[in-house]
């Protein structure tokens, strides 16, 4: 049973100001209390903001050289603590054993090292005639993360934060918390400045309210639900902060007539049902030609049937989701489909047969889909793929584009053809044929799926200021 009961603000582990109020945090394979943390209040965050605010005044003037010296420290202890990053998040969120190592664990430090790279070059600097156009750090910085790719999501927030000099009050999922707690001692053990970073666990409601009410918080970024990101919006609202978000999606993946069949049917479903289902860009939404329908839900089948539901801490292809209340929110959403008549190819509602505990779902293909059911509109969060036929490619491209989400989308076939299909889609990241990802492409949404970027050189924009100051030449000549 793990526990931490603290919180680390200015450089310090310290007590709950208003006491400790213990939260236990569920295995989802289990379903027994895998550790505890107490849940923070605003006064918590308060003393956070004011010890960021008092650091900013000294790191936002460090020098490029000092900033790549303190991500490469920060990369070093981050691979000394990797396989604890890769085991908690195993045990707390229920990434299979494999994922968490390879992709979940992997994606932190890959920010860190992507972070030192960019800033070696970055231009904070333009002349433009007479006048100086330079980018300064926004100031404080409230960072509020998901549970679904934690680690990945903390650090693709924190490295660009302290890449262009600004400080930090992190509030981590409390569904899975404890991978942030070891972050903020590899930030300890790295010498990051105290007040830098700062962490305060709680729930949305209460500590990520405050964050996003704080006066002294000058930015907000928020990964979530488009639902949560409406509230963060409305809390910071009154001190008319920035606020940048990546939300929800629901991601068409348009198959065209001229696609490798097996490949990208099997390949896509694969991709679905990775960390089981519960990624916002997954593609849930396949579109695929009337003509080879058949043939796809044959494919879509087998592959999905081929996905090994199980101990996350074994050989399991995908483990449980996250929590009971996801658990019941995918299994109305399953029963949703079959009730407005959807075509179920395989899967279904329940647990995989022989398992009677733990938060497991079977993989889950519906056919025969029309855009306008529940399970064609609304972000389900798990291992469900719901399969829809075209006739044209302008109604693929129509109805692939009818959400009010706008994150991601895949296009599947010929190049030339998928390039001018990407185009028309209307989300903020396209991947044609199942490309490896892109640490320096940027990544956010359209539409209710956000705004701005992350990743990448775009992912340090939202973290800066533009000034212009004008009459630089001549200031500089006058001397």
């Known amino acids: ?7 680390y603000i200015d450089g310090e582990w310290v007590d709950p100001a208003e006491g400790v109020r213990p939260l236990d945090v569920i295995n989802p394979a289990t379903e027994e209390a895998m550790g505890r943390i107490a849940l923070g209040a605003a006064a918590d965050v308060d003393r956070a903001a ?28 981050y691979q000394k603590r990797y396989q604890d990053i890769a085991a908690v998040i195993t045990e707390e969120m229920g990434a299979p054993s494999w994922l968490a190592m390879q992709a ?38 409230g960072l509020i993360t998901p549970w679904n790719w934690p680690i990945n999501q903390i650090a693709c927030k924190v490295a660009p934060a302290i890449a262009v000099g600004c400080t930090m009050v992190l509030k981590p999922s409390e569904v899975a918390p404890f991978n942030a707690l070891i972050f903020a001692e590899i930030m300890h053990a790295a010498g990051v400045p105290k007040g830098v970073f700062n962490l305060v666990n709680g729930d949305g409601p209460t500590v990520g309210a405050a964050i996003s009410s704080h006066p002294l918080v000058d930015m907000v970024s928020f990964t979530g639900s488009t639902r949560a990101g409406i509230e963060v919006a409305k809390n910071a609202a009154p001190t008319v902060k920035r606020v940048c978000q990546e939300l929800g999606g629901k991601s068409p ?17 694969q991709q679905m049902m990775m960390n089981s289902g519960q990624s916002c860009n997954a593609p849930s939404r396949m579109f695929v030609p009337r003509a080879r329908m058949e ?38 959403l399953i029963k949703k489909g079959i009730d407005e008549g959807a075509t179920l190819v395989t ?6 047969d022989g398992m009677e505990k733990g938060y497991f779902v079977k993989p889950t293909i519906f056919a025969d889909v029309t855009n306008d059911m529940t399970i064609a509109r609304e972000e389900i969060f798990g291992p469900v793929m719901t399969m829809l036929a075209y006739d044209s490619l302008d109604q693929a491209i129509e109805q692939g584009n ?17 390039r001018k299909v990407a185009r028309k889609i209307r989300a903020g990241q ?7 990802p892109d640490f320096m492409a940027p990544f956010g949404g359209y539409k209710q799926s956000g705004n701005g970027r992350e990743w990448g050189d775009h992912g340090f924009t939202d973290f800066l200021e533009v000034k212009a100051v004008v009459g630089w030449k001549q200031a500089e000549a006058a001397e």
């Open 347 to 352: 899967g279904g509602p329940g647990r995989p």
């Open 253 to 269: 993946n348009i198959v065209l007539e001229g696609a490798d069949l097996p490949k990208a049917i099997g390949g896509s479903v």
């Open 1 to 7: 049973m793990r526990e931490n009961f603290k919180f």
């Open 402 to 418: 009818d959400t009010e989400y706008g994150l991601a989308g895949y296009v599947q076939g010929p190049e030339e053809e998928a």
């Open 295 to 332: 043939e796809a839900k044959a494919i879509a089948k087998a592959a999905a049937e081929a996905v090994v539901v199980g101990d996350p801490t074994g050989n399991a292809t995908i483990g449980p989701v996250v929590s009971e209340a996801q658990f019941n929110k995918i299994q109305g």
């Open 104 to 141: 979940q664990a992997a994606m932190g430090v890959a920010h860190f090292q992507t972070a030192m790279a960019i800033l070696k070059d970055y231009e904070f600097d333009e002349e433009r005639g007479t006048t100086l156009i330079t980018k300064e750090p926004i100031g404080v910085c």
């Open 50 to 77: 004011k010890a960021a605010h008092r650091a900013f005044a000294s790191f936002s003037r460090t020098s490029r050289a000092e900033r790549i010296e303190l991500l490469g420290a920060i990369a070093a202890e």
């Open 430 to 436: 396209i991947n044609i044929n199942q490309a490896a």
